[in-house]
Nanobody, 124 residues
């Protein structure tokens, strides 16, 4: 079993920055990819970014390109999401997820393992 724990959320003013972290533990951790998702109040959960655990491959949704950066630390079983130039519409609960299923489209992979989420609130 894989456990994922997010941290780093909080309240920030528009234009500010936050860095989310997701620490993994449990079975020998070597997923195919790690992703970040978010869910705003009254909205469905949406994919934000993902990175392949080994080799290249990073994907972002258009609304965060140039502002968010996903990175991984394989030695520490950790993935980060650096969020800059935050906007009020980025307000959501952010979840990290892991998948052991391979595929070309990181956004469409079946992510089987999820963290509990961390709240990000951006004030205007």
């Amino acid at each position: 079993q894989v456990q994922l724990v997010e941290s780093g959320g909080g309240l920030v003013q528009a234009g500010g920055s936050l860095r989310l972290s997701c620490a993994a533990s449990g079975r020998t951790f070597s997923p195919y990819a790690m992703g970040w998702f978010r869910q705003a109040p009254g909205k469905e959960r949406e994919f934000v970014a993902a990175v392949r655990w080994r080799g290249g491959g990073i994907y972002y949704i258009d609304s965060v390109k140039g502002r968010f950066t996903i990175s991984r630390d394989n030695a520490k079983n950790t993935v980060h999401l650096q969020m800059n130039s935050l906007k009020p519409e980025d307000t959501a609960i952010y979840y990290c997820a892991a998948t052991y299923k391979s595929g070309y489209d990181l956004q469409s992979l079946q992510y089987a393992y999820w963290g509990q989420g961390t709240q990000v609130t951006v004030s205007s």
